[in-house]
């Protein structure tokens, strides 16, 4: 017969969401006090010979806006086949020069820190951001 009646336990999912909820905070008051807060050390002192990349495809800087370290060399990739440049808006910052279609070119950026806009010399409504810092 169908007189067995449906137990229900909503008791259980209650007291299951609430574990569910202490435990991230059980351990991460765990965490907070015995991890160092110092992993970065090695990745980040690894970077003096850094490199960054530009590309250009489409009549696009890819990314538009990068950010480099100062100094750091930036090659531009030119997968156009029309010639482009990155050159500066400040004068004398960067300037790669006429890249052919389907070459790279290289490029040190500047030693002080600041925000650097760029264009192509050619195309002028071609145009990107380099962040030093
Ligand atoms: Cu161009």
Redesign the pocket.
Known sequence: MLTRPRIRRPHVALTITLLCMLIPLVSCSDSGGSAPTSPSSPATSATAAQEARIV?KD?RFEPADLTVAPGTKVSVVNE?S????VTAEAANAFDTSTIEGGKTATFTAPPTAGTYRYL????QS?RGTLTVR
Do not use: G, R
């Open positions: 250009i009549f156009d029309t010639p482009h440049t192509c010399d050619i195309h071609m």
